[in-house]
């Protein structure tokens, strides 16, 4: 029978397990719960579970309302529409970014503006500025691509890895542009802004709207799941009604509109509330880990784990490594294989979307730094499951791993 990993002794590869990147961590009222969901036979989109886990999101972020999603696609899809983006328009958002974010735009048949990132992996805040700025004309209230006479809609910030993105500048630019700030913060989930005008916001809480995931990989999870949250009542009304099919009368199934069957089931709230009573000891390991590995890289000639900004409280989601390949002796890839072969499991950096074939050929604006990171960094195990010995023995593999110069 094999050892469950907690247990195992790193002594032999036939024995030991994967170290997974991401996994759910499950040790809550989670069971509770959901056993309440089935007593009661509340298990479809409707019950008092939804309700209560938009209630929680919204008290621990900030959020005045919030709409539960399917997930977290669907979130950034309802986000696009209820702001007015049209096949017409234009939506500017990093390259750097799962490709969910992207989609989105085009699921409205509008326009992605693909800029550069920062150190951070977010999108540049004095790129973007200077992009609005010099490349957008304001007339008639409206901003207007130069170049393609296109109307520039939304910004969509996407919140890499769980590092806030400095919108403090940008916010105010939209503003007086009649630009709509969508944030993608599906990865950022208990961060918070530190510093500045922004000081004690939540990630997704900046924008006139803000979107959360709940999948798998997430800091917490509904197994899917997303979130809608913003301020404005007006579009929080019209999120719940194209999220629940647009029903203008739903006893007659009359409507109005074309909707969506987005809504999150009792199930799965009942899932995210359970996961969300213990975000707060997520955290805290996960900022542990992240320190443990921050200390224990440095030693390592060729590494380093990238560096979170100082300008938020950071949820530390994801840990990118970044790789000197001179100085390492090995390339991004032919770490990952080494950490493949020796049970660890790591994840690159998404490809570039202005590099994805569905997006060829669509605008971008002075992509550099996004280049340069997307050759040299790799993710690595980040569970909130991860033992002291799971991390003792990824920075080992990492020593190990490097080729030095002979």
Same mark, same amino acid.
């Given at each position: 029978?094999?050892?469950? #990993?907690?247990?195992?002794?790193?002594?032999?590869?036939?024995?030991?397990?994967?170290?997974?990147?991401?996994?759910?961590?499950?040790?809550?009222?989670? &069971?509770?719960?959901?056993?309440?969901?089935?007593?009661?036979? &509340?298990?479809?989109?409707?019950?008092?579970?939804?309700?209560?886990? $938009?209630?929680?999101?919204?008290? #621990?972020?900030?959020?005045?309302?919030?709409?539960?999603?399917?997930?977290?696609?669907?979130?950034? !899809?309802?986000?696009?529409?209820?702001?007015?983006?049209?096949?017409? %328009?234009?939506?500017?958002?990093?390259?750097?970014?799962?490709?969910?974010?992207?989609?989105?735009?085009?699921? /409205?048949?509008? *326009?992605?503006?693909?800029?550069?990132? %920062?150190?951070?992996?977010?999108?540049?805040?004095?790129?973007?500025?200077?992009?609005?700025?010099?490349?957008?004309?304001?007339?008639?209230?409206?901003?207007?691509?130069?170049?393609?006479?296109?109307?520039?809609?939304?910004?969509?910030?996407?919140?890499?890895?769980?590092?806030?993105? $400095?919108?403090?500048?940008?916010?105010?630019?939209?503003? $007086?542009?009649?630009?709509?700030?969508?944030?993608?913060?599906?990865?950022?989930? +208990?961060?918070?802004?530190?510093?500045?005008?922004?000081?004690?916001?939540?990630?997704?809480?900046?924008?006139?709207?803000?979107?959360?995931?709940?999948?798998?990989?997430?800091?917490?999870?509904?197994?899917? +799941?997303? /979130? =809608?949250?913003?301020?404005?009542?007006?579009?929080?009304?019209?999120?719940?009604?194209?999220?629940?099919?647009?029903?203008?009368?739903?006893? #007659?199934?009359?409507?109005? !509109?074309?909707?969506?069957?987005?809504?999150?089931?009792?199930?799965?709230?009942?899932?995210?509330?359970?996961?969300?009573?213990?975000?707060?000891? !997520?955290?805290?390991?996960?900022?542990?880990?992240?320190?443990?590995?921050?200390?224990?890289?440095?030693?390592?000639?060729?590494?380093?784990?990238?560096?979170?900004? %100082?300008?938020?409280?950071?949820?530390? &989601? /994801?840990?990118?490594?970044?790789?000197? *390949?001179?100085?390492?002796?090995? %390339?991004?890839?032919?770490? /990952?294989?080494?950490?493949?072969?020796?049970?660890?499991?790591?994840?690159?950096? &998404?490809?570039?979307?202005?590099?994805?074939?569905?997006?060829?050929?669509?605008?971008?604006?002075?992509?550099?730094?996004?280049?340069?990171?997307?050759?040299?960094? =790799?993710?690595?195990?980040?569970?909130?499951?991860?033992?002291?010995?799971?991390?003792?023995?990824?920075?080992?593999?990492?020593?190990?791993?490097?080729?030095?110069?002979?």
């Amino acid at each position: 029978m094999t050892k469950p #990993r907690s247990l195992m002794k790193y002594t032999s590869n036939k024995e030991r397990q994967m170290i997974p990147l991401s996994v759910p961590n499950i040790k809550g009222n989670e &069971w509770t719960y959901i056993k309440e969901c089935l007593d009661t036979e &509340w298990v479809s989109s409707a019950g008092p579970f939804v309700d209560r886990f $938009e209630a929680d999101i919204c008290h #621990r972020i900030g959020s005045r309302y919030a709409v539960a999603c399917v997930n977290g696609s669907a979130a950034l !899809h309802i986000a696009l529409e209820t702001a007015g983006v049209t096949e017409r %328009d234009e939506v500017i958002l990093p390259t750097v970014t799962f490709i969910a974010s992207v989609n989105a735009v085009r699921y /409205m048949r509008a *326009e992605p503006v693909f800029m550069d990132c %920062d150190s951070y992996f977010n999108i540049h805040p004095e790129k973007t500025a200077e992009f609005i700025r010099k490349e957008t004309e304001f007339r008639r209230g409206v901003s207007f691509n130069k170049s393609t006479g296109k109307r520039i809609a939304a910004l969509l910030p996407v919140h890499v890895f769980g590092n806030a993105v $400095e919108l403090e500048e940008l916010v105010g630019l939209c503003a $007086e542009r009649n630009i709509t700030v969508i944030e993608d913060a599906a990865e950022s989930l +208990g961060t918070f802004y530190q510093r500045g005008s922004l000081t004690g916001k939540s990630t997704g809480t900046v924008g006139q709207i803000g979107c959360l995931s709940f999948n798998g990989n997430k800091i917490i999870t509904t197994g899917g +799941g997303g /979130m =809608l949250v913003t301020d404005d009542e007006k579009i929080a009304e019209k999120a719940r009604y194209l999220t629940t099919q647009a029903k203008d009368d739903p006893v #007659r199934s009359i409507h109005h !509109h074309i909707g969506y069957n987005f809504r999150l089931t009792n199930i799965q709230a009942a899932l995210g509330v359970a996961q969300l009573e213990r975000l707060s000891d !997520h955290l805290t390991v996960k900022k542990n880990n992240f320190d443990f590995y921050g200390k224990e890289i440095a030693a390592i000639p060729g590494l380093s784990l990238a560096d979170t900004p %100082d300008y938020a409280d950071n949820n530390h &989601w /994801m840990y990118a490594l970044l790789i000197d *390949e001179k100085t390492y002796g090995r %390339d991004r890839e032919s770490l /990952m294989r080494f950490l493949t072969d020796n049970h660890i499991q790591s994840r690159p950096l &998404w490809m570039l979307n202005h590099l994805q074939k569905p997006y060829a050929g669509c605008r971008t604006y002075r992509i550099e730094k996004a280049l340069d990171l997307y050759d040299r960094t =790799l993710n690595i195990p980040c569970s909130v499951n991860l033992t002291e010995e799971d991390r003792e023995y990824v920075v080992e593999m990492l020593k190990k791993g490097r080729v030095a110069k002979s």
